[in-house]
C-alpha cells in the first residue's frame, strides 16, 4: 500500500512568492494533519481535518496560511505571500479513526522541504 | 506554549547501554503518548505507544513507561544498537498530536 505522499519533496522559492504544497493521505484514512517541523520548535501542529472538514486550524501561524481538503484524497497547504521565516519541512500526516481509538497513531509522508529566499 | 517537552536535545550512548530518552507533557486530559523515530530526509515513523490506562508498554528492545501524576513518559531502547541513531520524537494528544521537540540519539559502536 502507497503511504503518505507528498509534493514537492524540495522547494526553493523567493520572498513574496506564493507556495503550495500538496498531500495525498493514505486510501481509507479520514483525518489528515499538516505539521511543520523546525528546530526551535520541533513538530508543529498546522491544521487537521477530519472527513474533510477543518476541525483545528488554531496553530496555522498567520492569515499568510491556509489549507484545503476538497475531497477524502487530497489537501493542499498553502502560503501567499512567503517569508524567510516559513522556511522549513512541511509534513502531512493521516490517520483513520479506529487507529486512533487504538494507539494515536499518526501516518507521516516524507516531507516538503521549503526554502524561501 | 509546547504541550509537551524535551529537555534533552541530544544522547550519546555506547551500543549494548540502555538509552533512556524523557518526556514531559502539561496537559492531564491527554489519552495517547507515542514515540516516533525519525532519520534524515525521511518522515517520523511510528515506534511505540501507550494509553493513558497503562503504566508501562514493551515491545522488544523498546519499552515506554508513563508516570501520571508527574505528567512524564520515557522510553528504554535495551540494547542500544547502532542502528536505534535517530531523533526521536515524544508525542501525545487525543484526537490530535502534540510533539514535542525531539531528542538526537547517536549510540556509538
Known amino acids: 500500500d502507497a503511504g503518505v505522499i507528498q509534493s514537492p519533496r524540495h522547494e526553493v522559492t523567493e520572498m513574496g512568492q506564493e507556495v503550495t504544497l500538496r498531500c495525498k493521505p493514505i486510501?481509507?484514512?479520514?483525518?489528515l494533519f499538516w505539521y511543520r517541523q523546525t528546530m526551535m520548535r520541533g513538530l508543529e501542529l498546522l491544521i487537521y481535518?477530519?472527513?474533510?472538514?477543518?476541525?483545528?486550524d488554531s496553530g496555522m501561524p498567520e492569515d499568510r496560511f491556509s489549507a484545503k481538503m476538497p475531497n477524502a484524497s487530497f489537501s493542499t497547504l498553502k502560503i501567499q505571500p512567503s517569508e524567510p521565516r516559513d522556511s522549513a519541512v512541511y509534513f502531512c500526516?493521516?490517520?483513520?479513526?479506529?487507529?486512533?481509538?487504538?494507539?494515536?497513531?499518526?501516518?507521516f509522508g516524507e516531507g516538503s522541504r521549503l526554502t524561501v529566499l | 506554549d509546547q504541550q509537551v517537552k524535551q529537555n534533552s536535545p541530544s544522547l550519546s550512548v555506547q551500543e549494548g547501554r540502555i538509552s533512556i530518552l524523557n518526556c514531559d507533557y502539561t496537559n492531564s486530559m491527554f489519552d495517547y503518548f507515542l514515540w516516533y523515530k525519525k532519520y534524515p530526509a525521511e518522515g517520523p515513523t511510528f515506534l511505540i505507544s501507550?494509553?493513558?490506562?497503562?503504566d508501562k508498554n514493551e515491545d522488544g528492545r523498546f519499552t515506554v513507561f508513563l508516570n501520571k501524576s508527574a505528567k512524564h513518559l520515557s522510553l528504554h531502547i535495551v540494547p542500544s544498537q547502532p542502528g536505534d541513531s535517530a531523533v526521536y520524537f515524544c508525542?501525545?494528544?487525543?484526537?490530535?498530536?502534540?510533539f514535542g521537540t525531539g531528542t538526537r540519539l547517536t549510540v556509538i559502536p
Open positions: 486510501s481509507g484514512h479520514n483525518s
Open positions: 500526516a493521516s490517520s483513520y479513526d479506529g487507529t486512533v481509538a487504538n494507539t494515536g497513531e499518526l501516518f
Open positions: 481535518f477530519n472527513n474533510n472538514v477543518p476541525i483545528d
Open positions: 501507550i494509553s493513558s490506562i497503562k
Open positions: 508525542a501525545a494528544g487525543a484526537n490530535n498530536l502534540f
